[in-house]
């Protein structure tokens, strides 16, 4: 045994030549290289490397080594699939090898372990269902599989493990179960099976089946039903039953000490629940904060002319705090094998490589911490998160091989996966901020979340050092406090710039950067070289964050309906701005959509709008779609059409997707002076905007999100048939048709008004249709498609 001792180096192959060697023990050392095959020549019993560098796979003799009980290999960085001949191992009782990045199922083999006391694989990545024959292993009493890529559902035959004292299971994929039958597990003592898929009710009697419980997490479910009262009669049990869909709770308080219920009630509505425990932590009172700044576990004080709020309330497992109504915070989760972490927050000023104070304080928690900013009104923020890891070293010993890995949620959305804060910060003890801009809040709640989901070490350098770890939180808005948010008000902002930038207008779409025309036209090679490929995707981002704001930030909702190329002003640093609001339409927020007459440009409408008259902001969406294939390409999308078979860019476009070719859309001026990761995403993204369903185009935050590179795109899958081809085809023509019978009804000034933005190749196809007959549809089952029969 050779513990703890800062050891270096690789484990030598030539203890495989010491015969009466039972146990190698070298836990908490710096050793490197791989685990050595000649160790399979020894009679081992135990053969515990937790907490080195090891690196490689695992031989797969040493599934040889017919005496082993033990095999521990916990926080290395080992890999690869799990050895079948490990399953030749009869006598093995321990298991462990949490915190690497095995990958695989788990080998059929491993039935034969039928002696088997603990398995621990938390933190891995392996896959694959959850095996049924984990049922035969009824000697276990530790099961751990949180944080992996298994799939669910679990299966019955875990009844059968009736020794059971920690059953730990979380994320799972696949397909949802109710709850599972754990009722003869008389000595369970912790339950986590978070975030599983289970459905239905908890049983009334688990508070008098189980006993011995004292750690109950089922948070992140689909849970329904009543919550037991039965729970009530065990007095040391922590609880957290949040993000559920129950439809009542026991208790009407939000702080609750050791029972964490946030979001955990399915109703809105119901005025008896208190705000807390509803979805989405709605605000009790008027909405009125626009920022937000908390020192995370520690005192008040003021860091660039900021006041961060105090964050030193004592907080542990299943907890939850709330301040003044303005913000609250939520801890979930026990330290594993330590008990005596009571409050979940840390000092130290030894460790900084920095002089800001801000930093030598965190909030930290084992498996899942929440901010919510509350009651802050609707709008566009930034949300600046401050981290610095103050509990590790950066010598080269044993503590500095601890890995933090937690994942990072705002809004409901992953904006970081496995997150590692020595690492981004390059180093223990320095500050890092992440920024993350344009989160909108559109409630009146703002949730950051941070959540271990099982990977990371968990015992460098002591047992109970993993999980998320927050330095402070700066939440600003990006929009200005003392402008009005009036149509009024932005109407004169666009005349302001109309008046300010026409000249430049005008030159530019002389020159083809705008209003239809191949910006390849010769017109001077010199003006063209201001079109690179930056320029592009900073016009597109700036046309996104425009419609952003008009859908989701401003408080007037606003459809504008005739997005398109020579609606988009420039500035002189070819920043762009939204024009042309002749034909916008307010919508009201308890609307599901509008139901209007059709305005609007030929080649730019959405389906659904162009042939029913059916109108949301996923109409504004549509057409960005089509200025985005626009921009990238250099063409027009009514105007080009590379073969007579294809009525336009967009259809064009949906072929080359098809074919795996979606880069032959990028303009030929631009040479190889292009990224193709860009251009591919902006293309992806162009045609997810313009689905026939606008059920399945993006929300146009999120579509800011996804050109700033913060959310993945998912590539779209475009089919073309008759029947899309059809739809299309309808909808370019039905305006053209309608506009025959309904042109008559413009007025003079909106005649003259339109012409303006009518030139060049959209001359005659655009049209204003006001009507006294637009209605407003409060159905939400309209049908958003025509029948295609």
């Known amino acids: 045994m050779l513990k703890r001792l800062n050891l270096s180096g690789v484990i030598p192959e030539e203890f495989g030549d010491l015969p009466f060697l039972k146990q190698i023990d070298l836990t908490g050392n710096y050793l490197n290289g791989s685990i050595p095959s000649s160790l399979a020549r020894l009679n081992l019993t135990i053969l515990s490397l937790l907490g080195n560098r090891l690196h490689g796979s695992i031989p797969k003799e040493i599934g040889d080594i017919a005496t082993l009980e033990e095999l521990v290999l916990q926080d290395n960085q ?39 006391e603990q398995f621990m694989i938390d933190g891995n990545d392996i896959s694959g269902k959850i095996p049924d024959f984990i049922g035969d292993w009824i000697k276990l009493e530790r099961l751990d599989m949180q944080g992996t890529f298994m799939e669910g559902p679990i299966p019955s035959t875990i009844s059968h493990l009736k020794k059971l004292i920690e059953l730990r299971i979380s994320d799972l994929n696949g397909s949802s179960i109710s709850f599972p039958d754990l009722w003869d597990m008389k000595n369970l003592e912790q339950l986590v099976l978070r975030n599983c898929c289970i459905t239905g009710s908890i049983p009334d009697d688990i508070g008098k089946t189980l006993t011995s419980l004292k750690v109950l997490d089922m948070s992140f479910n689909s849970l329904t039903g009543v919550i037991p009262e039965t729970l009530n009669q065990l007095s040391r049990l922590k ?6 869909n129950f439809t009542w709770a026991p208790s009407p308080s939000c702080e609750q000490g050791t029972v ?20 989405d932590l709605p605000c009790s009172k008027k909405s009125q904060y626009h920022s937000l700044f908390i020192n995370c576990g520690g005192e008040t004080l003021i860091d660039d002319d900021k006041e961060y709020e105090e964050d030193s309330r004592k907080m542990g497992a299943s907890d939850f705090f709330f301040s003044a109504e303005r913000w609250g915070c939520s801890s979930t989760g026990v330290y594993m094998d330590d008990n005596s972490i009571d409050d979940y927050k840390v000092t130290n000023t030894s460790a900084l490589n920095t002089i800001n104070p801000l930093y030598t304080t965190a909030r930290l928690a084992p498996l899942s911490l929440k901010y919510y900013g509350l009651c802050l009104r609707k709008g566009s923020y930034t949300v600046q998160l ?5 509990m590790y070293t950066e010598n080269q010993t044993f503590s500095s091989l601890g890995r933090r890995i937690f994942d990072i949620s705002i809004q409901g959305i992953v904006l970081e996966k496995d997150f590692n804060i020595v690492k981004e910060a390059k180093g223990v003890g320095r500050n890092i901020t992440k920024d993350f801009k344009n989160v909108i809040v559109d409630g009146s709640t703002l949730e950051i979340h941070l959540y271990w989901s099982g990977k990371g070490t968990t015992v460098i350098p ?105 609606n988009v002003l420039l500035d002189k640093d070819l920043n762009a701005k939204i024009s042309d609001f002749g034909l916008a ?150 305006p053209s048709q309608d506009s025959q019978t309904h042109i008559s009804s413009l007025s003079q000034d909106s005649q ?12 005659n196809s655009s049209m204003s249709l006001h009507s006294k007959e637009d209605t407003r549809d409060h159905s939400s089952s309209s049908k958003l498609l025509p029948d295609l029969s």
């Open 462 to 566: 002591k047992k109970g050092v993993y999980g998320p770890l927050i330095s402070a939180i700066t939440v600003t808005p990006n929009y200005d406090l003392h402008t009005g948010l009036s149509v009024g008000a932005i109407a004169g902002i666009v005349a302001a710039s109309c008046v300010a930038i026409v000249l430049i207008l005008a030159f530019l779409r002389m020159k083809g950067y705008l209003g239809g025309k191949d910006i390849t036209d010769k017109g001077g090679e010199e003006y063209l070289l201001k079109l690179n490929w930056p320029t592009r995707c900073k016009i597109c981002l700036g046309i996104a964050r425009g419609l952003a704001y008009l859908h989701e930030e401003s408080r007037l909702k606003i459809v504008h309906r005739d997005i398109k190329a020579t």
């Open 78 to 116: 080992l890999g690869g699939p799990l050895p079948e001949q490990l399953g030749n191992l009869r006598n093995l009782r321990r298991f462990v090898v949490s915190g690497n990045s095995f990958t695989g199922m788990l080998p059929k083999t491993f039935a034969n372990l039928k002696n088997l």
């Open 585 to 734: 339409k307010l919508d009201e927020e308890e609307n599901t959509h509008i139901s209007t007459r059709i305005a609007g440009t030929i080649g730019y409408m959405a389906p659904e709008y162009a042939m029913r008259g059916y109108l949301t902001d996923k109409a504004d969406v549509y057409s960005f779609g089509i200025v985005a294939l626009e921009i990238v390409s250099g063409k027009s999308n009514t105007n080009y059409r590379p073969k007579e078979e294809f009525v336009y860019l967009l259809d064009w476009a949906c072929v080359l997707q098809e074919q795996g070719n979606l880069l032959e859309l990028v303009d030929p001026s631009l040479g190889s002076k292009y990224s193709e990761e860009e251009a591919l995403r902006m293309l992806n993204l162009a045609l997810l905007c313009t689905n026939l369903s606008p059920t399945l185009r993006p929300a146009m935050s999120a579509v800011v999100s996804m050109l700033e590179g913060q959310i993945p795109v998912q590539a779209p899958l475009v089919k073309r048939d008759s029947r899309n081809e059809d739809l299309r085809f309808k909808a370019f023509q039905k």
């Open 386 to 390: 401050h981290f610095a890891e103050i």
């Open 260 to 279: 964490n219920l946030i979001a955990s009630c399915s109703s809105s509505k119901d005025d008896s629940i208190p705000w807390c425990l509803k979805k």
């Open 752 to 763: 003259i008004q339109r012409s303006i933005s009518m030139d060049g190749p959209w001359l």
């Open 239 to 244: 609880v957290d039953l949040s993000y559920n």
